[in-house]
């Protein structure tokens, strides 16, 4: 078990408030990913980070952004929510130090965000 | 760039029949590909991957799946379905070099499996 947290797990807010949506592994995992899933839609990667203060974008990071002050916490937060960012967020870190590429990613169970 | 793409988002099997999901990648270069399953409520777990070292790959639950450069497809089998198969299957790639590894995911399958 990889032993990754997601928080909160449920959460419905109003549009134009902010949002930060916590992901805690306790495995000192150096790369950390957040990913949204929508119907039809899949898996998009949001924003990932190599390491304490290196964070990159993925395919859909406007409205978000992120930070990782330590190895252990990866905050996605969302400054003004919309209804569009109503979504079930996952994080997830990936195991292993083998070739790039060939390593395995492990998922939080996800936090599910309504946007009202 | 490297992408998948799964045909078919829905797929009905009864018990007992083969389970064939599909997937495709576009790639320029030898490609890492994974399959995932994501049961209802629940995060993803890793089915399967292919890291180049050989064609067939067994995974966990009696699934398969074999690299076909020739057709580029990655395609998800397994013989005889159970009930507790049904969920949603998604497939990805690898994309990137080192600092910039991640994993690009194709829109998912979800198969149903009917006594």
């Not at chain 2, 180049?52 to 005889?80: D, Q, R, Y």
Request: one cysteine or more.
């Amino acid at each position: 078990d990889a032993g990754i947290t997601q928080s909160p797990r449920h959460k419905v807010t109003e549009t134009g408030t902010p949002v930060t949506l916590r992901c805690h592994q306790t495995e000192n995992h150096r790369y950390m990913y957040w990913y949204r899933q929508d119907p039809g839609h899949g898996l998009r990667l949001i924003h990932y980070s190599y390491g304490v203060k290196d964070t990159d974008k993925g395919e859909v990071s406007d409205g978000y952004s992120v930070s990782r002050s330590k190895t252990e916490d990866f905050l996605l937060t969302l400054e003004s929510a919309t209804s569009s960012q109503t979504s079930v967020y996952f994080c997830a870190i990936k195991q292993g130090t083998g070739t790039a590429g060939a390593n395995v990613l492990t998922f939080g169970a996800g936090s599910r965000l309504t946007v009202l | 760039a490297q992408s998948v793409t799964q045909l078919g988002s829905h797929v009905s099997v009864s018990e007992g029949a083969l389970v064939l999901l599909r997937c495709n990648y576009s790639s320029s270069v030898p490609p890492y590909l994974f399959w995932y399953v994501q049961y209802p409520n629940q995060g993803l777990q890793l089915l399967l991957k292919y890291t180049s070292a050989a064609t067939l790959v067994k995974g966990i639950n009696g699934f398969e799946a074999e690299f076909k450069k020739s057709e580029t497809s990655f395609h998800l089998t397994k013989p005889s379905a159970h009930m507790s198969d049904a969920a949603e299957y998604f497939c990805a790639v690898s994309v990137g070099s080192y600092n910039t590894d991640k994993l690009i995911f194709g829109t998912g399958t979800r198969l149903q499996v009917f006594p």
